[in-house]
């Protein structure tokens, strides 16, 4: 077990006084933890693992546009992404009747399985960094989903004027 004073080799790390390094820590090491255990057999990077990750909670076919728009994910990236997916079988790319520029993606029977095994460790980490909590789940979701529409809203409201 990983002791406060050896904290990612730097022993000032949870004496921060912001909250951005320690989501940023937590969401870092959720993608090491995730990513021990699968790239054994995938070697997934984290734009990979994401896109699995969504079409799986929302089980629906997204397009791509929904990815670079809605996820802050560029397209290029996006593109390059699901070709991966794709290639290795995970996810099927059909082209939108609407806009036949656009793609809509689905999981393939061997996403959704890699998609479970995403869940059920997803699981177990959540699990497990909540142990220590003295608040209530439904709390820090709250708190959580508060902070996240506020910071889409920065992004998206004021794109000329991010940093005010």
């Not at 809605?70 to 992404?81: D, E």
Request: aromatic content about 10%; some cysteine; glycine content about 2%.
């Amino acid at each position: 077990m990983l002791k406060e004073d050896k904290c990612v080799n730097n022993k000032n790390c949870l004496e921060n006084k912001h909250i951005i390094p320690y989501l940023s820590i937590i969401l870092r090491s959720e993608y090491v933890y995730i990513s021990r255990h699968l790239n054994t057999k995938y070697n997934f990077g984290r734009t990979q693992l994401y896109v699995l990750r969504k079409l799986s909670l929302t089980n629906k076919p997204l397009n791509q546009e929904f990815f670079s728009k809605h996820c802050q994910i560029n397209k290029g990236s996006i593109a390059r992404t699901c070709q991966k997916l794709e290639e290795n079988d995970f996810i099927k790319r059909v082209v939108d009747p609407n806009n036949k520029r656009q793609y809509i993606i689905y999981l393939t029977k061997k996403g959704e399985e890699v998609a479970t095994e995403i869940k059920i460790l997803e699981k177990k980490w959540e699990n497990k960094i909540c142990e220590e909590y003295d608040g209530t789940k439904e709390e820090l979701l709250n708190n959580l989903r508060k902070m996240t529409l506020t910071s889409f809203n920065m992004i998206n409201d004021n794109r000329d004027n991010i940093y005010e």
